[in-house]
């Protein structure tokens, strides 16, 4: 599953700004990446539509990294799919 949601990010990140996709790596922070608030904003809103999830604002807002973000999808990815087969 991590693979697959850091490929989105990748391709969310690419499609929305200047950034190579060869330059996206798990590491890279978002400022390091040229976003600002507002673009992180809709590659974060870009990741909800794709998997069909919503995050609180409270943790859109902590990520930072592609790392928050796969950790942050996996989780609520994992807590729906939990949620829906009981």
């Known amino acids: 599953m991590r693979e697959d949601i850091f490929e989105k990010i990748i391709e969310s990140i690419a499609a929305n700004?200047?950034?190579p996709?060869?330059?996206i790596t798990i590491n890279s922070t978002f400022?390091?990446?040229g976003l600002d608030?507002?673009?992180s904003l809709l590659v974060i809103n870009n990741l909800e539509?794709?998997?069909d999830i919503?995050?609180?604002n409270e943790n859109a807002l902590k990520i930072k990294?592609?790392?928050d973000a796969i950790d942050s999808l996996e989780?609520?990815?994992t807590q729906s799919e939990s949620y829906a087969k009981k």
């Open 21 to 23: 996709r060869e330059e």
């Open 31 to 33: 400022e390091e990446l």
């Open 54 to 56: 919503t995050l609180t």
């Open 65 to 67: 990294t592609v790392q």
């Open 17 to 19: 700004t200047n950034v």
């Open 37 to 39: 608030s507002l673009d």
């Open 49 to 51: 539509k794709a998997y």
């Open 75 to 77: 989780k609520v990815i």
